[in-house]
């Protein structure tokens, strides 16, 4: 029997939210949970394909969200003087000896910058993010490793299950993340594999700090990340006044004002 022109339509939106929300899906988890065979699943997303609304992989398929996204280098220049100023208040707390992650975000970026020019010795550096990586590979006392993963390019990132299972290869004294909102509920950031990924780092690190500037402050985004219990230390360049406006009361949590 012929399906319906408007219900592929929208089984086809619904594919294409998923797929936004998750980045990665596999063919056999697209299937399970949409509820339809492998042939209509593959069918759907040779139709999304061709409208240029999502890049089929190899068993799977990829969301335009990492084309869509900005890229490392356009979000660089975005609040520069205040991340800059956060990149400072964290580098005042890491201690020589220690194994700190840093994460993929351009506040985390800047703390590297910073730590080309003013080391901290000897400091074993964990990430995913290949330009951190890059910016710190040759600072004489600090050692850096990459973690393994699917990259996405313009995020210049290593994410997804390969990713959340290298974590568990390190002992994390202090992870340092970022993300793209916080409001009464808590941290957000953009998509569920970042923070599947952010989680994991929350779980398995011994401490953790979370950055973010004040342009952030009283923003959600598509995931929530952490909720304020769980969050230990929080950076950001932004007023305690403008927390509490947000809404952001958080007794157990440390906040350093930058």
């Not at 335009?64 to 660089?76: I, K, Q, T, W, Y």
């Not at 950001?236 to 930058?258: H, V």
Request: hydrophobic share 45%.
């Amino acid at each position: 029997m012929k399906v319906p022109l408007e219900q592929v339509e929208a089984r086809r939106r619904k594919l294409s939210e998923l797929l936004d929300r998750h980045s990665y899906l596999p063919i056999q988890e697209l299937c399970r949970l949409l509820g339809v065979s492998e042939a209509t699943a593959r069918r759907d997303l040779t139709a999304l394909a061709l409208d240029n609304k999502i890049i089929r992989t190899f068993g799977g398929a990829l969301t335009e969200f990492n084309r869509r996204f900005a890229s490392f280098r356009d979000r660089l220049e975005h609040a520069a003087t205040s991340k800059t100023r956060i990149a400072a208040a964290v580098h005042k707390r890491i201690r020589p000896g220690t194994t700190c992650y840093l994460d993929t975000g351009t506040t985390v970026y800047a703390l590297a910058e910073l730590l080309t020019r003013e080391p901290v010795r000897p400091l074993h550096i964990v990430t995913n993010s290949l330009p951190v990586g890059e910016k710190l590979a040759d600072v004489e006392g600090i050692d850096v490793e990459l973690i393994g993963g699917r990259l996405l390019g313009r995020q210049s990132a290593l994410l997804g299950a390969m990713a959340v299972k290298s974590l568990r290869f390190y002992k994390i004294d202090l992870a340092i993340l970022s993300g793209e909102g916080a409001n009464a509920a808590g941290v957000w950031n953009s998509q569920d594999n970042i923070v599947e990924f952010q989680r994991e780092l929350l779980r398995l690190s011994h401490s953790h700090m979370i950055c973010l500037d004040r342009t952030k402050i009283g923003k959600t985004a598509p995931v929530l990340l952490a909720d304020w219990p769980t969050v230990e230390t929080f950076v950001t360049d932004a007023s305690r006044a403008r927390l509490t406006s947000a809404g952001i009361a958080a007794p157990k949590t440390d906040f350093i004002f930058a």
